[in-house]
């Protein structure tokens, strides 16, 4: 089977985690294009990472192309109404990364029989380590649910889901999870810097006991809990800890996840499919 051009609209943050992680796992350059209205971030990605750079405006694209929308999820109506003829008469596969947008208003833009699938991929994706969550629509062959496979799990662990309903949960878990894991970082740095500990090192400690911890968890077949209850000596400074972090991680937890699945609604809603 010959490679799929895979045309990414929008060079940001997550375009250019994709592409790094692509990159890495020998998706040649030149099957790679971007477009983007400045040249400032598709130009850089073209320098660094040898794809092709190409302005916003649409272009006759390859036959069986993989089109991965990673502009803002706002700007949709705008650009799909420049891309949807170039769309259809390549017979592309559509890929969505764009938060709470779902498949039926982006059918409603590009037409019933596109086959569109929505991913939610995360930035770790770029040293090939991301958690991307796909749901297809009903018109998206197997070999084209293969495709989309393929390209995500080269960057990182893959989920499919069959509620398109919870598109907006993995998003609030994993697309927008490596913030909350960095803030958690942060504070653990700063709270041992107040203790006295120099930065470099309270840095260092805290990235490696997360980086480490998380290794540990996946390589072993114990729940976290019954993991956290091996660090936890009866009466020790753990159980110390722990008592702090229950009083309120949990509850926080729960309405960390409520407002960003919430927001992804409302980014939906905010979209006018009509324009
Ligand atoms: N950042 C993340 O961790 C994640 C983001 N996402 C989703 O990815 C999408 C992009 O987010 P992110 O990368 O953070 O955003 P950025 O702001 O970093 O990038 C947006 C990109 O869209 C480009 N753009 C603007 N207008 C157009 C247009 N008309 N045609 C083509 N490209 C255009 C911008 O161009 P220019 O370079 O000229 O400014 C820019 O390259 C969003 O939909 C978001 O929901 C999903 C998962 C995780
Ligand atoms: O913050 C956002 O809206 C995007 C989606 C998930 C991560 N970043």
Known sequence: MTEP????I????????????????????PNIQVHAPSNLHR???????????????????????VVIYAAKPKQMPAVLKEWRDSLRSA???????????????????????????????????QIGAGATSLFA???????????????????GKVFWLHDEALMDTATA??????????????????????????RVTA????????????QMAAANSASPSELRHQVTSPGGTTAAGLAVWEEQLRPLAQRALAAAAE?????????????
């Open 137 to 155: 629509t009903a018109t998206v062959s197997a070999n084209q649910c293969d495709t989309v496979q393929q390209i995500f799990a080269g960057v």
């Open 173 to 198: 878990l994993a697309g927008s999870g490596p913030a909350y894991v960095l803030l958690f970082l942060e504070a653990l740095e700063d709270a041992a810097v107040l203790q006295g500990l120099d």
């Open 91 to 125: 017979s592309a596969l559509f890929v969505s990364v764009a938060a709470g947008i779902s498949s039926a208003q982006i059918t409603t833009l590009l037409g019933e029989e596109t086959p569109v699938v929505r991913a939610m991929p995360n930035t770790p994706a």
């Open 5 to 8: 051009q895979i045309v990414f």
């Open 203 to 214: 840095r260092a400690l805290a990235l490696q006991t997360v980086l480490g911890t998380a």
């Open 263 to 275: 927001r992804g609604r409302i980014l939906s809603q905010l979209l006018k499919t009509t324009a």
């Open 43 to 65: 130009g850089a990605l073209a320098e660094e990472f040898g794809v092709r750079s190409c302005p916003a405006q649409a272009e006759k694209l390859p036959e069986n192309s």
């Open 10 to 29: 929008g060079a940001g943050n997550m375009a250019r985690a994709l592409i790094s992680g692509m990159r890495q796992q020998g998706i040649a350059g």
